[in-house]
């Protein structure tokens, strides 16, 4: 199962903001806090783009293999620490240090909880490897958009993404996710990532 393939409109968006429905999705992942771009940020999202090639290399000759290499970022706030943060000033209203985030690559809703342990006891020579986990999430009600070039340039993206949740009615109501279609190493250039921002909202009451 080519994972990229099986959840083909999962992983599409445009540039321009639209409404999706996003269903219950089953990760591998990894917690963390801290500003995204740290040492230990992109330590994480390199491990993780090792453990999950073990752990296909773990169902390679059964009838589950499977592959998937896209890695996603699940980023919050505590609210009880800084209040509501909307989507147009996520990463521009609290200090970045007090940022929490979820590294995960999706993965089947076949694989188990246990098989995650049993790869990470297999491949302790792995950065992290106690460290992941089985995570399931449903969205639900989201808005998103295609957001190309740098990282940085995110701070414009979002704003148009607010702007187009509140003209519809809509209010954040989860977890800022951000999927990195184009793989990224620290120095390369930016100018030809493709990232979709989406966020879970609710109706406004």
Do not use: C
């Amino acid at each position: 199962m080519n994972i990229h393939e099986q959840y083909k409109d999962y992983f599409t968006a445009t540039e321009k903001p639209e409404v999706i429905e996003i269903g219950k999705a089953s990760y591998v992942s990894i917690l963390g806090e801290g500003s995204p771009g740290t040492t230990v940020f992109y330590e994480k999202k390199a491990a993780i783009k090792e453990f999950i090639i073990a752990l296909e290399k773990s169902s390679a000759l059964t009838d589950h293999a499977f592959t998937s290499r896209i890695v996603e970022i699940f980023y919050w706030f505590d609210p009880e620490k800084v209040g509501f943060v909307d989507i147009g000033r996520f990463y521009t209203t609290v200090n970045l240090d007090l940022l929490r985030y979820r590294i995960a690559i999706r993965i089947p809703d076949f694989v188990t909880s246990e098989a995650i342990a049993q790869t990470a006891r297999q491949r302790q020579d792995i950065a992290f490897a106690s460290g992941f986990e089985l995570f399931t999430y449903t969205a639900g009600t989201s808005v998103q958009l295609l957001h190309t070039g740098p990282f940085a340039g995110e701070l414009q993206t979002l704003p148009v993404l607010q702007r187009f949740a509140t003209d519809n009615g809509f209010k954040k109501s989860g977890m800022h996710h951000e999927i990195h279609l184009t793989n990224f190493e620290v120095g390369e250039s930016q100018a030809h990532l493709q990232t979709i921002l989406r966020d879970p909202v609710a109706k406004q009451q």
